[in-house]
């Protein structure tokens, strides 16, 4: 079982940045893919960002590229989403997730490819 807790949401405004961070306990976290899902109101979940066991191989979501960038350390068993520039539209709920890989450059970025989710963290971005 793996207990994973979001925090560093809030309020901030366009342009700004936040830095989002997970922490996990229960499992280290070395022995699963890694990932940031976020939804707005009225809509359903959506991949944001996914990293491998080893952090060899991130993948990103077309709206969130060159803007975010997703991160781990599995010394300190945490997930990290730094954003910038933000965008009224990456308003919403984040989640973060974790899948467990037998492959270490393996990701996932399907929400139905993930096994243990944390309870969220609000961003609200004011344009």
């Known amino acids: 079982q793996v207990q994973l807790v979001e925090s560093g949401g809030g309020l901030v405004q366009a342009g700004g940045s936040l830095r989002l961070s997970c922490a996990a306990s229960?499992?280290?976290?070395?022995?699963?893919?890694m990932g940031w899902f976020r939804q707005a109101p009225g809509k359903g979940r959506e991949v944001v960002a996914s990293?491998?066991?080893?952090?060899?191989?991130?993948y990103y979501a077309n709206s969130v590229k060159g803007r975010f960038t997703i991160s781990r350390d599995n010394a300190k068993n945490t997930l990290y989403l730094q954003m910038n520039s933000l965008k009224s539209e990456d308003t919403a709920v984040y989640y973060c997730?974790?899948?467990?890989?037998?492959?270490?450059?393996?990701?996932?970025?399907?929400?139905?490819?993930?096994?243990?989710w944390g309870q969220g963290t609000q961003v609200n971005v004011s344009s």
């Open positions: 229960g499992r280290t976290l070395s022995t699963y893919a």
């Open positions: 997730a974790a899948a467990f890989r037998g492959l270490p450059f393996a990701i996932a970025t399907m929400t139905s490819e993930y096994d243990y």
């Open positions: 990293i491998s066991r080893t952090d060899g191989n991130t």
